[in-house]
């Protein structure tokens, strides 16, 4: 299975910005579909982002317009970059497939909201 590495969470005030990184140890990085996934306290994990191998991206309602998934190749890497952050924002953030995901997960990156 693939092993995932989660980065660049924090605590950042309502209206500000992150971008999270995801290191995929694969060497089929470029051809797989990728997603970010978040889990906020006393929620189900969801599914707000993914890419396919070809670039195309897909967005959950909650996060549409304010969140870009972009991915980078060379570097077997998938970004979230988030802005105009909510509260309700405040969550663990994975990356994983998307759809079916495999069983094994990363530790996340935690993404608070707060003032």
């Known amino acids: 299975q693939v092993q995932f590495v989660e980065s660049g969470g924090g605590l950042v005030q309502p209206g500000g910005s992150l971008r999270l990184s995801c290191v995929a140890s694969?060497?089929?990085?470029?051809?797989?579909?990728m997603g970010w996934y978040r889990r906020a306290p006393g929620k189900q994990r969801e599914l707000v982002a993914h890419?396919?191998?070809?670039?195309?991206?897909n967005y959950a309602d909650s996060v549409k317009g304010r969140f870009t998934i972009s991915r980078d190749n060379a570097k077997k890497t998938v970004y979230l970059q988030m802005n105009s952050l909510k509260p309700e924002d405040t969550a663990v953030y994975y990356c994983?497939?998307?759809?079916?995901?495999?069983?094994?997960w990363g530790q996340g990156t935690q993404v608070t909201v707060s003032s």
């Open positions: 694969t060497n089929i990085f470029r051809i797989i579909n």
């Open positions: 890419i396919t191998n070809g670039g195309g991206s």
């Open positions: 994983n497939f998307p759809m079916t995901p495999q069983d094994r």
